[in-house]
């Protein structure tokens, strides 16, 4: 019984939290949508947050007195970000244009990601 116990200890060690030899890259963690624009429209918001770690995506609106969830998939290759939304509300507004989207990434840095589609783009702040 010790013995399967070390073992079991060992592969948790081994299969943490941390992967990809911790090289995540900037996409990685919280992110708080905080506008969407086009030509004719600006659009504040503070209470939608996506959330990125190795392959998942998890979408949360948060209101006065709840927050509603979502989950997905997603692709980071060169300026393109596609997602695939699994477990998805769609009666909650995350601002996601569909359980399928495909963003163009005009900015990502360790604070700021910028994300266009539809001539409308979506500004985030490192959360």
Not at 44 to 52: E, K, V
Not at 60 to 78: L, M, T
Not at 81 to 98: D, Q, R, W
Request: hydrophobic residues 35%.
């Amino acid at each position: 019984m010790n013995n399967f116990i070390t073992f079991s200890l060992f592969i948790l060690i081994c299969t943490g939290c941390n992967q990809n030899n911790g090289n995540i890259g900037l996409l990685f963690g919280k992110w708080q949508l905080t506008s969407i624009t086009n030509e004719n429209e600006y659009t504040y918001h503070s209470a939608i947050f996506y959330n990125f770690q190795n392959n998942i995506i998890e979408t949360i609106y948060v209101d006065n007195r709840q927050h509603y969830q979502g989950f997905g998939e997603f692709v980071h290759k060169n300026d393109s970000l596609f997602i695939v939304m699994k477990e998805y509300n769609n009666t909650v507004n995350v601002e996601l244009p569909g359980e399928k989207c495909s963003f163009q990434i005009n900015e990502l840095t360790s604070k700021k990601m910028t994300l266009s589609i539809y001539n409308k783009t979506w500004s985030f702040k490192k959360y």
